[in-house]
T-cell receptor
């Protein structure tokens, strides 16, 4: 059973556009929601993370929006660049827990 | 500060063999977690070690095991390899929290295991 559901599976965006990736979860015990970026041949790298006590967090061109009542969170990439082309994973973990539950990933392609 | 290193980067084995993968965490990090990444199942948690003790284990058969040394380096072992064990095995390092949990996890580049 997939604890974290991610969509879309793939996404093509024009350079300068906004990329939006969505995730949903069922377990209300989750209290930490990171996003990871993975390039081919590399391990996932932490991009940005949020806890459920805030509804939005922004770091540069990357923003997480969090809707606790809907149990959904999303990643927005503003002014998308070809260098952003990668696979993005959302994840969640529980308090005091030491394992991440990952979404299935979104392959983002930013075309020039 | 050096990142997480994993060795070897690539490995080819045949069914029935066993394999040992190694992970060196970021200096000062005491927690090491292992994940399996496959196209079909995505990223799945294997187990986590903190101060040489396994704290949590995912839903994998007993053929998958691990250990951690006093310098926080960790190894995972897979015995009696099956074709389905072909995957990218990722190690993640974090400071570790006294009350449990790991904090932010930093991933290594992974070991690509191919089972023929």
């Amino acid at each position: 059973q997939q604890q974290v559901k991610q969509s879309p599976q793939s996404l093509i965006v024009q350079k300068g556009g906004i990329s939006i990736i969505n995730c949903a979860y069922e377990n209300t015990a989750f209290d930490y929601f990171p996003w990871y970026q993975q390039f081919p041949g590399k391990g996932p790298a932490l991009l940005i993370a949020i806890r459920p006590d805030v509804s939005e967090k922004k770091e540069g061109r990357f923003t997480i929006s969090f809707n606790k009542s809907a149990k959904q969170f999303s990643l927005h990439i503003m002014d998308s660049q070809p260098g952003d082309s990668a696979t993005y994973f959302c994840a969640a973990s529980m308090p005091g827990a030491n394992n991440l539950f990952f979404g299935t990933g979104t392959r983002l392609t930013v075309i020039p | 500060k050096a990142g997480v290193t994993q060795t070897p980067r690539y490995l080819i084995k045949t069914r029935g063999q066993q394999v040992t993968l190694s992970c060196s965490p970021i200096s000062g990090h005491r927690s090491v977690s292992w994940y399996q990444q496959t196209p079909g199942q995505g990223l799945q948690f294997l187990f986590e070690y903190f101060s040489e003790t396994q704290r949590n284990k995912g839903n994998f058969p007993g053929r998958f095991s691990g250990r951690q040394f006093s310098n926080s380096r960790s190894e995972m072992n897979v015995s009696t390899l099956e074709l389905g064990d072909s995957a990218l095995y990722l190690c993640a390092s974090s400071r570790g929290l006294a009350g449990g949990g790991t904090g932010t996890q930093y991933f290594g580049p992974g070991t690509r295991l191919t089972v023929l």
